[in-house]
């Protein structure tokens, strides 16, 4: 399926748009959005003394910025991604909030959404419903009222595929923002995995506010790899919800790099029994970028699992930040969680918060967390050192194998090298300007 470009216009975000992109969309559609529109209008923009805010500066206002009415023109491929991407079960290219085309998709329905929803795919008005909430902040408010595409995939029950679907998301449109959406609804005992890719140049000043919605029913195996190479004057502000039923499992890798400013709001609902989640994470931030990321795993019923495992680094004056919050409810008896984020902090101007929690109502479960934040280990440069090893090559193949433990997780083993070069030529970047002060 291929979609035309159009000549890129862009549009305020105000009632004259909301009533533009809504025309001729399902009435439950055009519903959802001008309640999302009423939050968008009078809920204020989110303040850093609130505490799922804090440790960082909240992004411009999204009063005066403009939402592309069309695509851009498409980036060129990244050659490494899609070398190690080469083969998959689908394709589907995003650019400025607009899917443009896709292609392949086997015994799955993979399309775009906005077509998807003009086709009478009345069920996503539960998906909607039940999702990531328009009322979670103003930026989530401003997604559900002004994105209108982006990509829907549905495995029907029983349904496996060898290959990741793959997803590419692009912002190429400067003063704009954009809200695409992927939506993965997975049958009984299916299994899908998707790699989303995000990118955009360096030096393109605009706002991206990407939302993931995962539903993995009974017995269903859903993995989500994203890939966040943004470019360096990007501001993206994400949510992504996944959803458990019975002894499904659902996973998440986060590959973090890019962005002026880069926040993930995840939250994983375990809501059937025996249900199990992972979460992997490595990320980078070098100059004065902001990685924030934000994690609520909900254990909702009996026997249920999860772990979260984030490592990151920052250097120069960059800023990492990690809150999260296993909530074990009543029911969740038997449920056993972990929570780990480790830091490593490169660089004096440089900082790393980092703050795990636990809220547990249930009295018979395994549940813990651990959190470090400190420099390169002197002991290990030493004993490197007295390997043979110079200074700069032991610190950097102290940073290689810091993330080593995380790239060996990642579920598909194709993107283990691209990834492996790109956070290590981040370091090199780090250390060349170090040598150069």
Not at 232 to 246: C, I, N, P, S
Not at 305 to 329: N, P, Q
Request: include cysteine.
């Amino acid at each position: 399926m291929r979609f035309p470009l159009s000549r890129t216009t862009v549009l305020p975000l105000d009632d004259q748009t909301l009533e533009r992109v809504t025309s001729g969309r399902p009435e439950w559609a055009a519903a959802h959005a001008r309640r999302a529109f009423d939050a968008y209008t009078s809920m204020p923009m989110p303040d850093p003394k609130q505490e799922e805010w804090r440790y960082v500066e909240v992004p411009q206002g999204l009063a005066d910025l403009l939402i592309p009415e069309g695509p851009g023109e498409p980036l060129d491929g990244d050659p490494g991604l899609d070398a190690a991407l080469a083969d998959p079960a689908g394709r589907a290219l995003v650019v400025d909030g607009h899917t443009v085309h896709v292609t392949g998709g086997g015994d799955a329905e993979f399309t775009g959404l906005a077509a998807a929803i003009g086709a009478g795919a009345d069920h996503l008005a539960a998906v909607y419903d039940e999702g990531i909430p328009a009322d979670l902040d103003r930026f989530s408010a401003a997604h559900h009222a002004f994105g209108t595409d982006g990509v829907y995939l549905r495995a029907p029950k029983g349904a496996a595929s060898a290959e990741p679907y793959v997803v590419e998301v692009q912002a190429v449109t400067p003063g704009a923002v954009t809200f695409p959406r992927l939506v993965v609804d997975a049958g009984a005992g299916s299994q899908v995995s998707v790699v989303v890719v995000q990118r955009s140049p360096d030096g393109l000043a605009a706002t991206v506010v990407p939302q993931i919605e995962v539903r993995a029913g009974d017995n269903a195996n859903v993995a989500v790899t994203t890939i966040q190479r943004w470019g360096d004057r990007m501001v993206a502000v994400g949510h992504q919800r996944l959803k458990a039923g019975r002894d499904a499992h659902v996973g998440l890798s986060e590959f973090g790099l890019g962005g002026a400013g880069a926040r993930m709001h995840l939250t994983v609902d375990l809501e059937g029994q025996g249900s199990d989640a992972r979460i992997l994470g490595m990320y980078f931030g070098e100059n004065d970028q902001t990685l924030d990321y934000r994690a609520f795993m909900n254990h909702k019923a009996p026997n249920t699992t999860s772990e979260m495992f984030l490592k990151g680094a920052v250097a120069d004056h960059a800023r990492s930040v990690f809150t999260g919050l296993i909530r074990i409810e009543p029911e969740g008896q038997k449920t056993n969680a972990h929570q780990t984020n480790r830091n490593l902090v490169l660089s004096e101007g440089a900082e790393a918060h980092s703050v795990p929690n636990l809220e547990i109502l249930a009295n018979d479960v395994r549940c813990g967390h651990g959190s470090a934040v400190g420099p390169l280990d002197e002991d290990q440069r030493y004993y490197l050192m007295s390997r043979g090893l110079d200074r700069g090559r032991a610190d950097r193949l102290q940073v290689k194998g810091f993330f080593e433990e995380v790239l060996a997780r990642f579920p598909l083993q194709s993107l283990e090298p691209p990834l492996r070069i790109a956070a290590m030529a981040k370091y090199d970047r780090v250390v060349a300007r170090g040598a150069a002060s």
